[in-house]
């Protein structure tokens, strides 16, 4: 009469798990951990055998399969823990060769977990209890979202940097446009700067008034330095200028000279060929011709000299102005380079600045109405034909592997449009 009381026993032993009758319809899937024992009642020798290692603790993949020594692979996804004990103790005889089935006894240590999302101070995965309600999962998650005061401290912080940001910028961009006047005055060669209205506006701001006077500064000094070193050059040639009019004056005294002294020299010659005059004074008159030539050549490459210093003042003269030409053309590139740059900046810190003092606010507004509305709840649940997303309300149970989505709901009241904060006295404003 023992041995088949315990037969009976060992047959109602295919699942006993934590929640009793609620887990047998259970249905196991990926991530849920089991508890398995395997033992077989070896009739001869009237005693229980245990299969160490089938007993132990296992995880179901994310296949839905369990991978088990001796047994292989078993796909448990949407069986109870009854059906995984049965699947694995069929496996088992089959594997072993068993003349009779041994009992495996199925029990989940470990619920794959929930997940809660939306409107929660803490959204995750969470391990999952027996019996969890909507309410218990939403407190796991550290209750409902609510707006802390260092958002609207945040929002006030952000403001006030954007706005220093942003004078910073104009302060900036003013002076570059004073730059570019000036550059646009030396390179039209004016004799002032006609600084814009942008900037003459921004005059009372130390910081621009300084930056009009240094390049007003700035321009008298090259323009100064440019106009000394044309004049000195200018006045060189007008020296050179004169020394090639003596020297153009001396050849023509020469030239005279040289004219008496041939005519001379041809009346010698002349007497020569009639006998009456001797040959030393033939010879006197012709060195005195040829030293004449002479010095009148020297007078001549004078001249040729004086003009190549002409000819090379001026290109210097040239060469200044184009040197200075292309200066003020690179300057100015660059200065329109980085007031491109800077507007957009600019641009960029007026949305900041908007979305700090009214986008955010406003979005800050309704997100306040919202937390005082009742939230709404709802589950996505994986089923055979995938997922679906279920309304639920706070005291209804959830399943393992389900997301809650805790949205916010209709607010009782309509939220106050609040006013973009005044400009500080002093700060620049916001239009181009």
Known sequence: MVRPVICALLATTVLVGPVGAAEERYQLGAQDRIRLKVTEWRAARGETYAWEPLSGEFTVDAGGKLALPLVGELAVGGLTTGEAGSLISERLQQKVGLTARPDASVEVAQFRPIYVVGRVDKPGAYPYRPNLTVVQAVSLAGGYFRTRDMDVQRLTRDAISA??????????????????????????????????????????????????????????????????????????????????????????????????????????????????????????????????????????????????????????????????????LADLREAQMRLAKLQEKAETVRALIVDSEVTAPQALTSRLAAERSAPVYAVVRQGPGGPSEIAVAETDAIQPGDVLKVEKGNPDDAPQKPRAAAPAPGTVALAR
Do not use: W, Y
């Open 163 to 328: 706005r220093g940001e942003l004078r910073d910028v104009m302060v900036e961009r003013s002076a570059l446009m004073a730059r570019r006047a000036r550059l646009e005055a030396e390179m039209r060669d004016e004799p002032a700067i006609r600084f814009p209205d942008a900037v003459t506006s921004q005059r009372a701001v130390p910081a621009v008034a300084d930056a009009m006077r240094e390049e007003q500064a700035l321009f008298e000094t090259r323009r100064t330095t440019l106009r000394s070193q044309v004049d000195a050059l200018t006045q060189a040639k007008a020296l050179i200028d004169a020394e090639i009019e003596t020297l153009q004056a001396k050849i023509v005294s020469q030239d005279r000279q040289l004219g008496l002294a041939r005519k001379e020299l041809d009346s010698i010659n002349a007497l020569m060929q009639r006998g009456l005059t001797i040959s030393p004074r033939q010879l006197a008159l012709e060195q005195t011709v040829a030293q004449m030539e002479s010095a009148r050549l020297d007078n001549v490459l004078a001249i040729s000299r004086s003009r190549q210093d002409v000819s090379r003042n001026d290109r210097t003269i040239l060469d200044l102005k184009n040197q200075r030409q292309n200066t003020v």
